[in-house]
């Protein structure tokens, strides 16, 4: 562990004041829109705009040198030009800021000249103990205690417990924004960029202790201490799961990833087996990643890999159980014991097998007396609900109907509508007292309008994220199996508690 | 070919007159719903509702039985009870209807008993030389002549070019909300249902001669006639593709599909094997399924698979060049040649290699003028433009900001919108022009906000489709690449124009 390193912390993620070298009223410049972004997500610090020229920025004033601030400066942000670096971190140092964000490119990604001039950065960070994100970084993103978007990608992001370690900005912003838009909160996001004085692995450190960040994604293209950085998976992601995707995975994008950070990718066999023994959870895409992410924070860690699915048509049975079988999750088939409860509770067309087609169910309850009853007598590890939201959808077209009066409409509109949402309710208590992953798979999100949107603000609410198919829901629920069973996490039945908190809410306060 | 298929293809899809039976004013039947969504949709022929009561159905007269329609009739809708089923086709016969959907569930899907009544149902049909959709169908949507919705699903569909035909009326249902979201439009969509009369081969044989359909969309759980089914797709896909995914692919999956539709799925292998052979494109999702469409609907045939990407950031570069070499596409490297004329055009940071790194150009041109020198000097086969619609984000940040006065970001922001519209028109006529696929890629349509509206506008628009992340452009563009290898389509540049239209256009009636 880095000596300082809440030190450190503190100064990049929770600064009370940063000077901004190198502000700009021209909106085409970094030094405008990055000093924008911070202003209009709401830092609560003291922001200190410098410009040798002084005057003003709307409406705040610009200070000419570091020395006119008489506050103490938590945080540099440099925006300055690539020549004027290494000055302006020697004005930092004399006085005494500990941590600065080195924006600026045209370093050692640039080649051999780029590649001196980030080393004599270096060694005045290090004479002065100050410590160096970038350069060449599209900045950082932290959202406790107050939003710091100190970083080019524009665009709200949702406070929450989700953090982002990229080797490259673009990536590391595409992940947020499908992080927001699936309404999951982030809390820090690092664009890591040449690396010259931090790397991942000290990131990855700083995350370590960091009581907002409960789960950690990762872009990375290359690590320069591997053994250091596995190291620290090992110990970090029992608590904390990490969600990796990995750049340079094939030969060809190994020498791209060459070519971009300059990283050495290594063997790729080596690092995924390297991954799988310490508990970091690889992915493929920055989709799936977000996937991982929603399963992770939103529902209890699945014990095993016994898999019962509640279906409101054979269709979504069969592709489901397709994924099930090519992600190593296991359909039990039901025993005549579970089957004789069902057909109590079940309409006399249903399936008699798992998955449990109820084609469509007379009330709503069929569907949770179905969950609780397969749970409870064939010790169901996850349970997936196919179907929803088709009632809802209804529900908007008859209220916006142009054939049907209003009168007409109303009540028939509110009770289907009223239904749907008490399902919720119930399968989220579900959720709650039976500590199963009880996964919602809303298939209408995929088609983009405005029905389901109360749905998916409930399911929020409560911290629980609905998927808009089923494979997308099944390869999340299996990479999560498989961290729990490799990191041995006590589950949260045992620990009679979900650990985890709900990022997804996150946003109201808890 | 079926002797008169024409007579049953102008039934079901382009029917001037139907008869509805089974109407309902019961907002919870599908006996309303259906009927509901046929009448909103707004099809032109004539509806008959027909139900024993009589009355109306809000401002339509309610006829008590078909002997009281002095018109011709063309397609009878089935509704009602299982036990009036066989009754109701036997008055359809005398009243000479060519053809009928039974909605009405019940049959084959619940045992032997219901297994014989269907038999008894289609020797009704056999007798009378009718033919048959469902039982068990959710129905079908025809766009052509006019939106025929006659189908449980509620919602919107765009009238287009491809046709989707589902051995289950939720995954059909599902994939053309998948299809609309993307601004694909539907030219027939078919739940064959129990499939008793038409199958599956059928609708394929149907659809092999309608002049607005140019693509075919299957989910298949099995096929009862493998050989008859095969014989059609050799012939028929090289013309009009066909995207299919197979319900049933694990052994657990295909003892799933067997108690949803009955269907001997077969050996896996074997099927995928005759597929490979037979030009049919198979996916694994209903998500890509629509990637693929949208690739075929709204770009040139790729003739070889020599890739190059041209990319505003360094991160995005090395996830597509992984995903390009696990899909089986190749980035040439630079000629030295090549490098010089680049050089000439772009900024000097650039990178020297495929992926061409622009970082971020100083002006639009320097993308296009790349996408030239690179089809032109290595001879490209395909295009991926990563890293667009930053500056339509940035351009919107501005104008809705708190902090800067209109007057200040009126400007900019028009400038950058407008230079980023104007790369879109110029990529477009680049694709025109030199007739290979050059594919956008707008990651921030990961990022559910209307920032990106009027650039995907102007795409759909000009029948292109953009995709939201490199992997899912490219796993589309290497299955095209495939067809089109089987299937030796003389290519667009060949035959000298681009033969397949462009479904994303046709809502404005191209």
């Not at 990055?34 to 409406?59: C, D, E, M, Q, R």
């Not at 949107?453 to 099944?474: Q, V």
Request: hydrophobic share 40%.
């Amino acid at each position: 562990m880095i000596p300082d390193s809440r030190k450190i912390f503190s100064s990049i993620f929770e600064p009370r004041s940063i000077a901004f070298i190198g502000a700009s009223n021209n909106l085409y410049k970094w030094g405008f829109n990055i000093l924008h972004n911070i202003v209009t997500a709401g830092f609560k610090g003291k922001i200190y705009p410098i410009n040798p020229h002084g005057g003003s920025w709307y409406g705040m004033k610009v200070y000419q040198n570091l020395a006119q601030i008489q506050d103490n400066i938590d945080l540099a942000i440099i925006v300055v030009k690539k020549e004027l670096v290494k000055d302006t971190l020697v004005k930092c140092a004399l006085k005494k800021i500990p941590a600065a964000i080195i924006i600026t490119a045209g370093f050692s990604e640039t080649g051999n000249e780029g590649s001196q001039l980030e080393q004599e950065v270096l060694e005045i960070a290090r004479k002065n103990s100050m410590r160096i994100v970038g350069p060449n970084t599209m900045g950082i993103f932290s959202a406790w205690p107050s939003p710091l978007q100190a970083t080019m990608a524009s665009g709200h992001k949702i406070p929450g417990h989700v953090a982002i370690i990229a080797q490259s900005g673009n990536l590391g912003s595409s992940i947020s924004y499908r992080l927001t838009k699936r309404n999951i909160g982030i809390s820090r996001l690092i664009s890591s960029g040449n690396e010259a004085d931090l790397k991942t692995a000290d990131y990855l450190e700083l995350l370590e202790n960091d009581p907002k960040t409960d789960i950690i994604c990762l872009y990375v293209e290359g690590v320069r201490d591997g053994r250091r950085f596995f190291e620290l998976a090992k110990r970090i992601s029992p608590r904390k799961p990490m969600v990796l995707l990995k750049g340079g995975r094939s030969e060809i994008g190994a020498r791209a990833a060459m070519s971009h950070t300059g990283a050495m990718a290594g063997n790729n066999d080596v690092f995924n087996a390297m991954c799988r023994q310490t508990g970091i959870i690889t992915v493929d895409s920055m989709d799936e990643m977000v996937d991982v992410c929603g399963m992770l924070i939103s529902q209890p860690r699945p014990l095993g890999n016994r898999v019962g699915i509640i279906t409101m048509g054979g269709g979504w049975g069969v592709i489901a159980t397709d994924a099930c079988a090519s992600n190593g999750l296991v359909l039990p088939r039901l025993k005549e014991s579970t089957i004789r409860m069902l057909d109590k509770v079940l309409p006399p067309y249903w399936s008699r097998a798992n998955p449990v087609d109820l084609v469509a169910p007379n009330r709503i309850t069929v569907i949770t007396d179905a969950v609780s009853i397969l749970i409870e007598n064939e010790d169901i590890d996850a349970i997936l609900a196919l179907g929803i939201g088709y009632a809802t959808l209804r529900a908007m077209v008859w209220r916006f109907s142009t054939v049907i009066p209003k009168e007409d409409s109303e009540i028939p509109s509110k009770q289907m509508y009223e239904g749907e949402m008490h399902l919720m309710e119930l399968l989220v208590g579900q959720i709650k007292k039976l500590e199963r992953p009880i996964i919602p798979v809303i298939d209408i999100m995929a088609f983009d309008r405005a029905e389901y949107h109360d749905l998916l603000k409930y399911l929020d609410s409560h911290g629980i994220m609905a998927y808009p198919s089923p494979e997308k829901a099944i390869y999340a629920l299996a990479k999560v199996f498989e961290y729990t069973r490799t990191t041995r996490v006590s589950s949260a039945r045992d620990k009679g508690k979900n650990t985890i908190k709900t990022g997804l809410q996150a946003q109201e306060g808890t």
